[in-house]
């Protein structure tokens, strides 16, 4: 990892290798890997000559959330992406490009990539602060994919086997109505709001409740 961190940090702030990407369009692999397509773009060009030694399929997917992330980001400023990455390292206490990039590499689905990058444009435009990116960047991690479109469903008091579980562990759920006679329902909490609006872009207009409704008990004589 360590020898593509440097190429990935003059990336971000290279202006022509951000142009290439965008210009390329939604290249296809065998595109970058075969034809050097985009071998200008100093983080592609090392991993793929590391992909080229080592024939490593985490690397083949590192490639290719590395080519969306930049794709997707390329309407960002160079001062925008540095700026980001400064304040992201001051409150990691380690290197902001490093981080980003063992994210990425953790991602476990390329269509999270999409979700990061507007998470990101979200922390750059000050819709949401550095501790909260930090924080939805974890959930993301440790939500299914799958799940993470399950969101939606939880505006309003809400359970399903399966999803809820994993999206209350996650901690974008708080426990809303408890109901001894059903199931206890959950809601958005703030954190899973942001990771609706920000990074899924969906409207979102939910009431967060900062307590737990008990429903009416069913008393029965002994």
Request: aromatic letters at 8%; hydrophobic letters at 40%; a negative charge.
């Amino acid at each position: 990892m360590n020898n593509i961190v440097k190429p990935f940090e003059e990336t971000f702030k290279n202006k022509d290798a951000y142009d290439l990407v965008a210009n390329a369009g939604d290249i296809a692999m065998d595109a970058i890997i075969d034809d050097g397509a985009l071998d200008g773009v100093p983080i592609i060009g090392a991993i793929k000559g590391l992909y080229k030694v080592t024939k490593n399929y985490q690397t083949y997917r590192l490639m290719k959330k590395i080519h969306r992330f930049i794709f997707i980001t390329h309407d960002t400023t160079i001062e925008e992406r540095m700026n980001f990455i400064s304040e992201y390292t001051e409150k990691n206490k380690e290197d902001g490009c490093e981080v980003l990039l063992a994210l990425l590499d953790r991602l476990d689905n390329t269509n999270k990539v999409n979700i990061l990058t507007n998470l990101m444009k979200a922390k750059i435009k000050e819709e949401i602060s550095i501790e909260d990116f930090i924080r939805l960047c974890a959930v993301l991690e440790r939500i299914p994919f799958s799940d993470i479109n399950e969101l939606q469903k939880y505006k309003e008091d809400y359970y399903e086997n399966g999803s809820t579980d994993i999206l209350l562990s996650a901690g974008v759920l708080s426990n809303t109505v408890i109901d001894a006679n059903d199931t206890d329902k959950y809601r958005l909490n703030s954190l899973g709001v942001m990771l609706l609006k920000h990074g899924l872009q969906q409207d979102v207009d939910v009431e967060i409740k900062d307590s737990t409704h008990l429903s009416d008990f069913d008393w029965h004589e002994m």
